[in-house]
């Protein structure tokens, strides 16, 4: 309860901070362009974080799923599954985005628009920039898709590796504490550097009708990202289920409670017991339970996938960036790679959301602008992080006729997670 009361004072702050930030660029220009160094020394200190962030998360993240040459074929899928349902959510995330386009009503002041990292004009160039011959060099120029792939292909070796490998991800659970404990630091300075991040583009403007346009241009970003969430909900998960032959009202009604746990705490991992007792509640195999939730809280973040897709388009947008195919791609692998290893620590949204923006070479900037109204969106796309993981559950359960076990209660399942 206290780190819920301290998460909601930090957001409210950040809140306000925005708001204050809008306030002064439109009445106090000349002083609100002076206070953007304030938000750009805040946007440094959380790049400096990026790929020790990176690369220590998705080797914790991969080898904490234990030796991947076990998962059989119920693990198989279940990894096919998340993927491909998190693709389809980040897909219909930029198809709308781009047919609505919220970003385009929003001027970014007198800003220059950055040049965007060179990500290739096909898919051989694509491929060619998943690989990197010097991971020195990628760090340096903060190459996120090299770094990403080789800490997934060491988490995965470190699982095969019996106790030396668990002694050296221990280690690296050890340093990403220390990691996230300077992000935890960088976040509270989070108000400061939203204020004057949103100070400073407005006072380069020179203010007036640019506060109106910022707000506006937010909310067509918060609806174009609800009306997504609910496509992917109501559209597509519900299909599924069809598929996987249970009827989606009787099934949404015995996970009600662990969505709205899930809206209320904005935490898939704090909301898996209910879910796991909800989804066993409403038919779905006690030994699928214990094993697909518990992963899907890990690896699977559909509504997540969607957030970010819509969030780099429209922070594109803003800066007048257009991005092509294959920037458009990497994106969705981004975003669906790193959630592996951001989702199980605190602040996973900023962390998915500073790696996907660094991989295609966005301004970090656009995160000033969406961190006022991303505390509520959070908990949307935690709902239905949430209900994508027990759909999943529900569909392999039936398409894969899993055997039972000898059942166990929940609670003594999720205690030996």
């Known amino acids: ?65 234990g030796d991947l040459r076990r998962l059989g074929r119920l693990g198989g899928s279940t990894v096919a599954y998340y993927v491909g349902t998190s693709s389809v959510a980040a ?45 020195f060099a990628a760090a340096a120029e903060t190459k996120i898709l090299p770094l990403i792939l080789f800490s997934l292909a060491f988490g995965i070796t470190l699982t095969t590796m019996g106790e030396q490998g668990e002694r050296l991800s221990r280690g690296a659970e050890d340093l990403l504490a220390v990691i996230m404990r300077l992000v935890h630091g960088v976040m509270w300075l989070a108000p400061v550097g939203v204020f004057g991040l949103v100070a400073g583009r407005f006072g380069e403007a020179g203010g007036g ?18 009306l997504g969430l609910g496509l992917h909900a109501a559209v597509l998960a519900v299909a599924l289920l069809w598929l996987g032959r249970r ?14 746990t899930a809206f209320a705490t904005a935490s898939s991992a704090a909301t898996l017991p209910v879910t796991m007792d909800g989804a066993q509640e409403a038919g779905v195999g006690a030994r699928t339970t214990r ?52 989702a199980g620590i605190p602040e996973a949204g900023l962390v998915t959301m500073v790696i996907v923006l660094q991989a295609v070479g966005l301004p970090l900037e656009g995160l000033g602008l969406l961190l006022a109204i991303d505390w509520l969106l959070d908990r949307f796309r935690t709902a239905v992080n949430v209900w994508g993981d027990s759909v999943g559950a529900a569909v392999l359960d039936q398409l894969l006729d899993v055997p039972e076990e000898v059942d166990e209660p929940v609670g003594d399942a999720q205690a030996a997670q």
């Open 247 to 260: 009827r989606p009202d009787r099934y949404a009604s015995k996970l009600g409670t662990a969505l709205t």
């Open 291 to 342: 094993f697909v939730l518990p992963l899907g809280a890990t690896v699977n973040m559909d509504g997540s996938a969607l957030y970010e897709a819509v969030a780099a388009l429209f922070i594109a947008q803003a800066w007048g960036i257009e991005l092509d195919l294959t920037a458009k791609i990497l994106v969705v692998l981004t975003a669906i790679l790193s959630s592996i290893g951001a």
């Open 209 to 226: 009708e640019e506060v109106i346009a910022l707000f506006s241009g937010l909310a067509g970003f918060a609806g174009v990202v609800v």
């Open 91 to 135: 897909a219909i995330g930029l198809v709308l985005v781009g047919f609505f386009r919220p970003g385009d009503g929003v001027a970014i002041g007198g800003a220059q628009a950055p040049e965007v990292s060179d990500v290739g004009s096909g898919f051989g160039d694509m491929l060619r920039g998943l690989v990197h011959p010097n991971l």
């Open 1 to 65: 309860m206290a780190d819920e009361r301290k998460s909601g004072r930090l957001l409210l702050a950040i809140a306000s901070a925005a708001a204050l930030g809008g306030g002064l660029g439109w009445y106090v220009p000349t002083v609100a362009v002076e206070l953007g160094l304030v938000g750009e020394l805040w946007l440094r200190a959380l790049r400096m974080l990026v790929v020790p962030l990176v690369v220590l998360s998705m080797i914790h993240g991969v080898a904490s799923l």
